[in-house]
């Protein structure tokens, strides 16, 4: 398996109708960082949407994984993905 | 000849494409809805514009649109504006402030924080002025009100290699030489804030702008005080003492008339119109004389015109727009003498923008 795990992707609806992308994905992946670069190989710009050139996860962005939001977690993007694992990205729900 | 006035605003961008007589307006929009719009340009001088949007949006960061068909449909720009990943000062850009194209066709934006980016090849791909935007001084670099963001974009329109921009709170930089090399142009600008009222840099420039028959000319709105440079920033004299207030945030140079020039004073305790009475000021001889325009203006407001909110259209006679934090649009098709208003209750103004076509 070369350190990737089978796992789910349900992606929000604004983000998949952005990027044309379907909204359940199954894919191998390890870590978030190889998820979100392969929906950026499927759909050109998702990375950046997603995070900014330091690295972090924009600041209305959530990335749940087994439903834990990591967001805000330091190197977040390298948190590792287990087989069957679920991952959510969101967009936050802010304001008032 | 058609007049388009582009309007950006905190839900999105608007576009206003006028009658003949310019009398009448149909709208359009609202596009990229929803999203922060701090600003909307166009290209002069084609029948079918093409027209760029600076757009803030929560959900995918802030991102360039262009329009190929005057603004009817919009594409997202394939890149944005990005600094490298891991830069020295690990920056990453938070908002697009302002977007200027020049005669060669470059795009340019100035971005919060405070950077100055380009795109030669229609915003395909875009590339940073480093010795700007990792300028030796960065770290002392201190945010105006707004952040700390690059609003202002001049390109001398003869001599393309010189550039000038503006930053809250760092004031006006130049480069002679295409962006290589970067110094402060700040000379006899105040900083009233600061315990230093002259520094070589600090100041909280608020928007400049030329009339491109006379570029060397440059001027000024400060946070305090309205300038003039007769030699395209290299020393600035003051020629605002006379209006009601020396604060406000747009400046507009008439674009057939060098000398003339409009500003929107508020008082910078409370941002609003001196006496709650909304007013454009103009002047016709570089500063010299000022003259209140404010018939058909309303006289009870309390609201603001942003930096980026003031726009000339270019025709005879010159169009003169404002888009105000109310969401009310007003201008002037008669030499400034009266105001009519073209759109209220859009969202908070940020940007007011013309376009001949």
Known sequence: MDGKSKIKVFVASIFAKEFKLSRELTMEVGT?????????????GFRDSIYDETGTIRPYVNVFVDGANISSREDALNTPLKDG????IFPSVAGG | MTVLVLVGTAKGGFIFEGSPSRRSWKMRGPFFEGFDTYDMIGEEGDERPALYAGVNTWTWGPVIYKSKDSGHTWRKAKNHPRFPKKNPHQLSVKR???????????????????????????????????????????????????????????????????????????????SDDGGEKWRFMNKNIRADFLPEKYPEYGQCVHKIDFNPS??????????????????????????GRSLPSDFGFPIGAHPHEPDKVYVVPVK?????????????????????????????????????????AMAMDGEEPCGIYVGCTNGQVFYSIDDDKSWQKMAENLPRIYSVSCVNT
């Open chain 1, 32 to 44: 978030v960082e190889d998820l979100v670069s392969n929906i950026e190989n499927m759909a050109s």
């Open chain 1, 85 to 88: 694992d679920s991952v959510y």
């Open chain 2, 96 to 174: 697009i402030w302002n977007l200027q194209v020049d005669r060669g066709k470059r795009l340019y934006a100035g971005v919060e924080p405070a950077a100055l980016f380009v795109s030669e090849d229609d915003s395909n791909t875009w590339e940073g002025f480093d010795s700007l935007n990792f300028h030796q001084t960065r770290k002392e670099w201190q945010p105006g009100n707004g952040g700390l963001c690059l609003h202002t974009i001049i390109v001398h329109p003869n001599q393309g290699k010189k550039i000038r921009v503006g930053i809250s709170a760092v004031g006006v930089l130049g």
């Open chain 2, 214 to 239: 006379r570029p060397d000319a440059l001027f000024l709105q400060n946070h305090g005080g309205v300038y003039l440079s007769k030699n395209f920033g290299e020393n600035w004299q003051e020629i």
């Open chain 2, 268 to 308: 910078g305790e409370t941002r609003y119109p001196p006496n709650g009475e909304f007013q454009l000021w103009v002047s016709q001889d570089s500063g010299k004389r000022w003259f209140k325009s404010s018939r058909g203006l309303p006289q009870r407001s309390y609201f603001n015109v942003l930096r980026e």
